[in-house]
């Protein structure tokens, strides 16, 4: 016991130790929550509150999941193989798998990732010949996962006008046609298993007597469904240990509903609320920024983090002229830490578009500095892969009309647009799967389809009994997607990837209980949503903000703070959209170990104009003792408060200063439209306010003249 319990401080020892009731952890940031987590699983086994069957813990990514068996493994002897440890999804996955015939489902059912999902939309609207330029194929997808989520079905939506209730009509074909394929979305597996439990009391009792302790990472990012299945699961008397902090609750555009966690205070009763407020990531400096910063923040359950290590170096802050001097400073600044001694893949640079990376990557590729971009493309989704995977789905279960569609003539065997139109409609008038309706086509196409279909049956022949490496290795060669992209002039790193499927499928073996095809297919889907290991060769990591979640490096770059851009212009429009925005920026803050860099522009060339800036508020929001300035402030002439013209006092979802303009307003003008005030000069009946109209460009505007109002 005492081995498992040594060197966690107070509050994370309070919370290992806590009695049978269901408890709020507030982790802050490098605070050690999956310590606590793992200690508090391996804690319940050793006394004897729980067996290891006994434990349902919820995470949201697989890398997390085996993560905690991992450690667990290591405080105890015992084999975590069987455990219920893993994501949202993929224990849905496990217990619709056990329970297919209560859920609806066929026993070899398979998962869409997003990708095979999106075709399925708009397999459904070519059905119901939809106009696309109406309703795309996007848009009804991301309605259908959001009703999903909300735990609706077609039928409960709330069809107010034209537009939701043809959207529900496009929801309800799509759901039937996923049950006519045997195929479930991600959603769906959370809401199928929601409705199971809700129907099914023998089998929400039995899953509720086994799973007396429930214990959930990262709670803040729980959407509205997950937490109703977490309530239904957990019922009026098993123990829920809710682990999250509502500082880092950045996931609002995936469904995340930080709300969850203050809801779980009253729906649970929860008498215990611990705070894990000591950092053992950053120092001083750097937590004094990030707890002044979110401070600012009124929706929130707070905590102040705080350090042993000391102060540390201050954070550093670089105003540079343009978008180019950022890349060539910040370029020549790594350049210096890496002569220091500091890795370079322990320097990241975080940004919170995208479209920022191009001219930090130009300048990384103009000093011949090796760089990655953190987060690209999944193995899973790629495209050689999401091919083999649709030949591997077909062998499984050839009624899989989605993955027929996607190699019926990949490579090319002959079956145009025209054939597959008339196989579609074949199929829809007999109500059976595309596989199946093949046979009614006749002349030419008919016989490529037939050829194609006659290639699916051997596959299954010939893979059935074979191991699951084995079988892959089959599939590449009889599919001939090898020898496709081995006739291609870059085929080289595809044929690469195909031979790296082979290696998984015999990982998946090693290391799962299952190693039928069905369940590799499985996994392939909930692991598509996964980032890539990172690559072996020493080179700085860049990235968006959001993809820097979870991660930690000795020295962090935070690049275009500016108003527009970090805080995001749209989040000024949307009810807690700035406070999402600081959150984000407390994390970005928080990533970074002894060194943090933070920069900005004053003017940044976004979407092939020019943008004049206004540094980001954030900046004026971090303690003046904790900061560096590497340039002197470039800051404008501020008028005399006489010359202020009256306007309205809301700004940027804020009110400003005394009862007039300030520099960083947004403001209308009835000639020019919408603008932000930029600069200013003189004082008095002189004064004049530089205002940038975007693609009206800059204007010097007098007050008097302007007639501005607030935006």
């Given at each position: ?35 606590v987590?793992?200690t ?62 209560d ?34 194929a996007?848009?009804?997808q ?25 959207l ?20 769906e ?23 007396r ?17 977490l309530?239904l ?31 779980f ?79 370079l ?7 919170r578009s ?5 001219i930090?990557?130009h300048?990384?590729?103009s ?11 999944r ?25 027929f ?14 054939t ?27 016989a ?5 279909v ?13 191991r ?17 992209y081995?006739?291609?002039?870059d ?17 998946f ?33 860049l ?5 820097a ?12 703070l ?17 406070e ?7 994390v ?55 010359a ?6 809301k ?15 947004s ?42 109002t607030?935006?």
């Amino acid at each position: 016991m005492p081995s498992l319990l040594e060197n966690l401080n107070p509050e994370q020892l309070a919370a290992v130790t806590l009695p049978d009731q269901s408890a709020l952890i507030l982790a802050g940031a490098g605070s050690g929550k999956t310590r606590v987590l793992t200690t508090r699983i391996a804690w319940l086994i050793q006394t004897g509150n729980v067996s290891p069957n006994g434990v349902l813990a919820v995470t949201f990514t697989n890398k997390a999941a085996k993560e905690m068996l991992t450690r667990i493994s290591a405080m105890l002897p015992i084999n975590t193989r069987g455990m219920w440890v893993g994501t949202f999804h993929g224990l849905c996955n496990r217990l619709l798998r056990a329970h297919y015939r209560d859920a609806g489902l066929p026993q070899l059912f398979q998962i869409l990732d997003s990708q095979d999902q999106h075709a399925a939309v708009k397999r459904v609207l070519k059905a119901l010949n939809v106009d696309e330029d109406r309703f795309q194929a996007r848009e009804a997808q991301y309605f259908i996962n959001a009703e999903k989520e909300e735990g609706r079905r077609a039928k409960d939506v709330e069809t107010t006008d034209e537009i939701t209730r043809r959207l529900a009509e496009i929801y309800a074909a799509y759901d039937e046609q996923c049950q006519r394929e045997g195929v479930v979305d991600f959603a769906e597996l959370l809401l199928r298993t929601y409705e199971l439990l809700s129907k099914n009391e023998v089998l929400r009792e039995h899953y509720r007597g086994r799973f007396r302790h429930i214990l959930v990472d990262e709670f803040q990012d729980t959407n509205r469904l997950q937490y109703r299945w977490l309530k239904l699961l957990a019922g009026p008397k098993n123990i829920v240990f809710a682990v999250g902090d509502d500082d880092q609750s950045i996931y609002r555009f995936r469904g995340a509903h930080v709300g969850n966690m203050a809801e779980f205070e009253r729906d649970f009763r929860v008498e215990n609320v611990i705070r894990l407020e000591q950092n053992y990531r950053s120092h001083g400096h750097i937590l004094a920024a990030a707890n002044a910063l979110i401070a600012h923040n009124r929706k929130r359950l707070g905590k102040n983090l705080w350090t042993s290590s000391g102060h540390g170096e201050p954070v550093r802050v670089y105003e540079a002229r343009s978008d180019g001097y950022e890349a060539s400073w910040l370029t020549e600044e790594v350049q210096s830490l890496r002569r220091d001694g500091l890795r370079l893949a322990d320097i990241a640079v975080l940004y919170r578009s995208n479209a920022q990376s191009r001219i930090i990557e130009h300048a990384l590729f103009s000093n011949g500095m090796p760089y990655r971009v953190y987060g690209g493309l999944r193995f899973f989704e790629r495209m050689e892969i999401k091919h083999a995977l649709a030949y591997l789905r077909l062998a499984a279960n050839a009624d899989d009309d989605g993955a027929f569609l996607r190699v019926v003539n990949f490579p090319a065997r002959g079956v145009g647009a025209r054939t597959l139109e008339q196989l579609q409609d074949a199929a829809k008038a007999a109500g059976t799967s595309l596989c199946k309706a093949a046979a009614g086509l006749s002349g030419k196409s008919g016989a490529a389809v037939a050829a194609f279909v006659r290639l699916v049956e051997s596959l299954k022949a010939e893979t059935r009994g074979l191991r699951l490496p084995e079988a892959v290795e089959v599939m590449l060669e009889r599919s001939g997607l090898v020898a496709h992209y081995k006739s291609e002039r870059d085929g080289a790193d595809r044929v690469e990837n195909l031979n790296e499927l082979v290696n998984a499928a015999a990982a998946f073996v090693s290391e799962e209980e299952e190693h039928d095809l069905p369940a590799f297919l499985a996994h392939a889907a909930l692991e598509s949503g996964e980032n890539q290991a990172a690559e072996g060769a020493d080179a700085l990591q860049l990235m968006t903000v959001h993809s820097a979640k979870g991660l930690e490096f000795a020295a962090v770059f935070i690049t275009g703070l500016e108003e527009g851009l970090f805080p995001h212009e749209q989040s000024v429009l949307e009810d807690d959209g700035l406070e999402e925005e600081r959150r984000l920026m407390y994390v970005a803050i928080t990533r970074a170990r002894a060194r943090l860099y933070l920069s900005f522009a004053q003017t940044r060339m976004l979407h092939g104009q020019t943008r004049y800036n206004v540094a980001s508020r954030f900046l004026d929001e971090l303690p003046v003792g904790a900061v560096k300035r590497l340039t002197p402030r470039m800051g404008r002439e501020k008028l005399n408060e006489a010359a202020w013209a009256p306007a309205p006092t809301k700004t940027h979802g804020a009110k400003a200063p005394g009862h007039g303009f300030r520099i960083g307003q947004s403001v209308l003008h009835p000639k020019f439209g919408q603008g932000v005030i930029v600069n200013a000069e003189g004082s008095g009946a002189d004064a004049r306010l530089q205002i940038n109209f975007g693609k009206q460009g800059m204007k010097w505007l007098a007050l008097e003249y302007a007639k501005l109002t607030a935006a």
